[in-house]
């Protein structure tokens, strides 16, 4: 991809409450379909039609532009959400998240980790050895954003998840932010369900074991739901913060598929 791309993100909301987002990174000919495309997405979104819709659209400089791949994808099949959540908290620790920082993140995210009790725009920076939060705004917190996938890596990708029934915009879209947070210099893990009450599958992402889907992360019509990224105790909070918000990435190889297992403990 050698013409010059356009960062291009959605953002929408309701009485102030964030709604949905989406964004991508094109050449300049696509941009206005694209922005009818994600129009469309927030009017249409589970949580409601949104009120307030922002684009912003941005030009890349080419020497701005890193790339990188998609972690490998492994799906864990739990009984229930309280199993998930047990999964979660073995896999974080797993990744040097103490036990009690991933805890604590995980009863955030339940309760609403926003200072009003719902969800916050972006996602919670935890100390992945004390649990403190260090986003400076708890209500917006951090946005991972400036990253897409490469049009034959995206190909490729829907290719190899159609199989398992996985060819969806959840799994496409949270596999690429995954991807950018794995990344970042200093991040020991990244945990994630979906604000969406539909949509109860979650994750935890880490540099050694990839991108670990785990089948129940909350109760079917819940609406809460958000991210955390562990930081390495010690490491320069604003170079990570800078890498998650504006480096960008083109995710241009894909990871293995692997088949579905059922969470051993
Ligand atoms: C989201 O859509 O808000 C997050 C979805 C996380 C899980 C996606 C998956 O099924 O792998």
Redesign the pocket.
Known sequence: MSQTLYSIRMRSARDGRHISGAERLVPAGELEGLAGFLVRRALQHPRGAAAEIQLTIEEIPPGRLNRGHLPDVHTLRVANFRQGRQAALVLLERAGVRMQAARQAIERLAAGAAPDGGCMRGAMLVDARDGHRMEPDPARGIRASHMDLDPAAEEELRRRLAPYA?DNE??R???VLAAKVLATPGLVAEL?????PG?V???VATPRDGYL?ISHLKPMGDEL?GRAFFVRPGCCLDAVMEHLEKSVWIFDRVGRIHPPMDWQG
């Open positions: 996985l959840h799994v879209d949270a596999l994630c369900w979906s604000d969406d949509y599958t979650g994750y889907r739901g």
